[in-house]
């Protein structure tokens, strides 16, 4: 009866799904996707990155984000469903990348042109051009600045759920202050990329999620409000500057009149935005704890809900904020599917080439460890990119094969012991989650029986069901969580351990954990 949207701007893509609920049954009736690449080639983006001149230095393009809402918004339009019954929209973007707004945002925003794209018109709205990314890795000297500043890593891990990382967007502010003064001065409005495409939506500015705000080391995580001292040591007036935060089902307003005029869309009530991450926990039904699961996109990253906040004591994974008004613990490794493709093209293979080496290569991949560290890596922190190999000759394409997912699956395994889950049944999802080889070695290490799911992208299903949620919530009615995600959110077609081979890897865990010691310059090269 009553249609939902969910859109998940990613850091490659735009997906929407809209679900038709009726009663007890829900159906995802509309399904599409784009790659910011192909669909809009004029802004340059590879793998939805501007060009970049320094390794460290990620960022992408707000006005890219907003065409690309524009180029689904008029698939959805042209889908021949009835949208007069579309009650709700919420979204699911790429965390802790930020958009700089100037005094004219709140006007433009109000006033688009239905005539006219929005990327172009919004582009004089802007004091910064571009949008630094979860990607970046250039702010080492801001996040010893904060973390200086703010008692130490340990206390701001407390406080705010983690401690201070290049991407997140309180040292990626103080950097912009920092290199451009002026710039910084005529910023009004700094938003997350989930509360920008928010408030495109709804016309004006958009709450912040605690789910989003908690990746950026200004919340205080007991509150789920702005830390005021947080805030001081960022940079001058930023409490003006950002946006409120409020619970994740606040409805922001009504979609404006340019989407209404523009695709002939309905007034519906637009909810707010959150992380691609935080979405995800719904998407993929874990609103109890207990069970974790494992996204493989551009980013992999590992998250469980927590009832109540409980800090990583290595200090590499986050406590961010549920949607459920929960918390969730979350590892993130950069190093995912862009560097599993790096090696299938490396060895010029197809993902099924991929899939047969990584079938034709023995678990434990004869004592080789690849560590892939194409790209700067988050988990654990290497600012220098470059592969480590320890026994794995460089021509040798079935031993990488097997070395780059082996290399993941050990990491975020030793990674992810802090969240106390107990890893008898995983979810997968993720663009990776496709590929059959990949999540059985992801069996095979964890000892656990892998589920997928019937929906692909669980942060775009998890946004539609926030919209549901929301919508409910604001007609008064008393929905849980456990309904919402009920057979939604269903697994298909699991993938079993062999405990032959999750032997092997309890060995290996150790032969991982000095290969990455003596690569990080912490243990002797002896280990190997
Ligand atoms: P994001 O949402 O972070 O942009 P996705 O979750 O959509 O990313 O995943 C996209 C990635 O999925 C692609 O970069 C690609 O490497 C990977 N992918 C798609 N199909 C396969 C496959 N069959 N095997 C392995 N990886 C795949
Ligand atoms: C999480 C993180 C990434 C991005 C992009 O902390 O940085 O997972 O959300 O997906």
Redesign the pocket.
């Known amino acids: 009866m009553s249609l939902y949207l969910g859109l998940d701007s990613?850091?490659q893509s735009l997906t929407a799904i809209v679900l038709d609920v009726d009663g007890n049954r829900t159906e995802a009736v509309f399904e599409s996707s784009l790659q910011f690449d192909d669909a809009l080639p004029q802004y340059g983006t590879r793998h939805g990155v501007l060009p970049r001149s320094e390794p460290s230095v990620a960022v992408s393009s707000p006005p890219l984000w907003a065409d690309a809402l524009d180029v689904m918004m008029a698939r959805i339009a042209a889908s021949g469903l009835d949208l007069q019954r579309l009650e709700a929209i919420a979204g699911s973007?790429?965390?802790?990348?930020s958009v700089y707004f100037n005094a004219n945002a709140a006007s433009l925003l109000a006033q688009l042109d239905p005539a006219h794209r929005p990327g172009a018109q919004l582009a004089p709205a802007l004091s910064r051009l571009v949008a630094p990314?979860?990607?970046d890795s250039s702010t080492s000297a801001e996040c010893a600045e904060l973390t200086a500043a703010l008692g130490g890593s340990t206390t701001l891990a407390e406080r705010t759920g983690s401690r201070a990382?290049e991407?997140?967007t309180g040292p990626q502010i103080r950097k912009f202050f920092k290199t451009d003064p002026a710039a910084y001065a005529a910023t009004a409005r700094i938003h997350l990329v989930s509360s920008f495409l928010a408030s495109l939506l709804a016309g004006h500015d958009a709450p912040i999620d605690p789910g989003d705000a908690s990746?950026t080391n200004l919340m205080d995580l007991a509150t789920a409000q702005w830390w005021p001292a947080a805030l001081e040591a960022t940079s001058p007036s930023l409490g003006r500057k950002l946006p409120r935060i409020a619970p994740s089902w606040t409805i922001a307003g009504t979609l404006s009149r340019y989407w209404q005029r523009r695709h002939r869309l309905p007034p519906a009530r637009v909810v707010s935005w959150s992380?691609?991450?935080p979405c995800s926990l719904i998407g993929t039904g874990l609103v109890r704890e207990g069970v974790a699961a494992i996204?493989l996109?551009?980013?992999?990253?590992i998250f469980g809900l927590m009832r109540a906040p409980r800090i990583d004591p290595t200090l590499t994974g986050?406590v961010?904020g549920a949607p459920t008004g929960d918390y969730m613990g979350?590892t993130?490794f950069?190093n995912g599917s862009l560097a599993r493709e790096r090696v299938r093209d490396m060895f010029g293979l197809t993902w099924s080439g991929f899939s047969q080496a990584l079938a034709a290569t023995p678990p434990g991949n004869n004592g080789r460890v690849l560590l892939p560290w194409f790209d700067p890596e988050?988990t654990p922190p290497v600012l220098v990119a470059g592969a480590r190999r320890y026994g794995l000759a460089e021509d040798d394409g079935p031993g990488h094969v097997r070395g780059v997912v082996e290399g993941q699956m050990l990491s975020i395994a030793r990674h992810s012991k802090w969240m106390g889950v107990e890893f008898d049944d995983i979810r997968a999802t993720g663009g990776a989650a496709a590929n059959r080889e990949i999540l059985q070695v992801m069996a095979d290490v964890f000892g656990a029986e892998v589920h997928r799911f019937a929906v692909g992208n669980s942060?775009c299903l998890g946004a539609a069901l926030r919209a549901r949620h929301a919508h409910a919530v604001a007609a008064g009615d008393d929905v849980s969580w456990d309904d919402i995600v009920r057979n939604v959110a269903a697994t298909v077609d699991p993938v079993q351990p062999d405990p032959s081979r999750h032997a092997i890897y309890q060995e290996l865990m150790s032969v991982h954990a000095a290969c990455e010691a003596h690569a990080l310059g912490r243990g002797p090269a002896r280990a190997m």
């Open positions: 990613s850091t973007a790429q965390q802790h990348g990314i979860w990607m990382f991407r997140f990746g992380g691609d991450n996204s996109g551009t980013s992999d990253t986050h961010f979350l993130c950069a988050i942060a």
